[in-house]
């Protein structure tokens, strides 16, 4: 089991940057591919990010190009680099974990066991 803790959410002006961290529990983070997911108000969660236990990254289409997913695995943590975030970005952010099982990327909220609590993000037009 991994337990997960997120911080690093604020409120920021559109055009700005945040930089989200989740720290992970236990032994064994560098099996688990982790992935940041967002849920706004009466939406569902989406995904936005996630790396591989070796490092390959893949991005949703809205964050492309302005979203960073990074991990160090020495102390187990994963990192979300936001800039020029737009007003549309807002939303609970969620870290989350999934044991690797021999594919490269996972996208879908129900492939993920294991959650954070949330951190909110809030941008401002």
């Known amino acids: 089991q991994v337990q997960l803790v997120e911080s690093g959410g604020g409120l920021v002006q559109a055009g700005g940057s945040l930089r989200l961290s989740c720290a992970a529990s236990g032994r064994t983070f560098i099996s688990y591919n982790m992935g940041w997911f967002r849920q706004a108000p009466g939406k569902e969660r989406e995904f936005v990010a996630t790396i591989s236990w070796s490092g390959n990254t893949y991005y949703a289409d809205s964050v492309k190009g302005r979203f960073t997913i990074s991990r160090d695995n020495a102390k187990n943590t994963v990192f979300l680099q936001m800039n020029s975030l737009k007003y549309e970005d807002t939303a609970a952010y969620y870290c989350?974990?999934?044991?690797?099982?021999?594919?490269?990327?996972?996208?879908?909220?129900?492939?993920?066991?294991?959650w954070g609590q949330g951190t909110q993000v809030t941008v401002s037009s």
């Open positions: 989350a974990a999934v044991p690797y099982s021999g594919r490269t990327y996972y996208t879908s909220v129900s492939e993920y066991p294991y």
